[in-house]
């Protein structure tokens, strides 16, 4: 069964970078697109940047832009999220999700359980 494993959340200054991971398994991750979201406290899904399955292609919500980088490892099954410039306004759960086909990064189908950032000083 599909499974995504999100990972590298915690605790971080404003200003400073932490790097998310997501692990994938169940299914053939060098087929599909993949991408974050988060949730704030008290507010609703909010898509944060997706890649295509070759990895050519990434895409990014503006206001992180600049800011955070998405990648993956094919032979990891693996997506990343590098994150700097964090600030308070990044505070957010964050998920993994695999989008339904190799270039759909807002069509999804499965999703993890998210990791906690907050950023704080």
């Known amino acids: 069964q599909v499974q995504l494993v999100e990972s590298g959340g915690g605790l971080a200054q404003p200003g400073g970078s932490l790097r998310l991971s997501c692990a994938a398994s169940?299914?053939?991750?060098?087929?599909?697109?993949m991408s974050w979201a988060r949730q704030a406290p008290g507010k609703g899904l909010e898509w944060v940047s997706g890649?295509?399955?070759?990895?050519?292609?990434?895409y990014y919500l503006n206001s992180v832009k600049g800011r955070f980088a998405i990648s993956r490892d094919n032979a990891k099954n693996t997506v990343y999220l590098q994150m700097n410039s964090l600030s308070p306004e990044d505070t957010a759960l964050y998920f993994c999700?695999?989008?339904?086909?190799?270039?759909?990064?807002?069509?999804?189908?499965?999703w993890g359980r998210g990791t906690q950032v907050t950023v704080s000083s």
């Open positions: 999700a695999k989008g339904a086909n190799s270039e759909s990064i807002t069509t999804n189908d499965y």
């Open positions: 169940g299914f053939t991750f060098s087929s599909y697109a």
């Open positions: 890649i295509y399955s070759d990895g050519t292609h990434t």
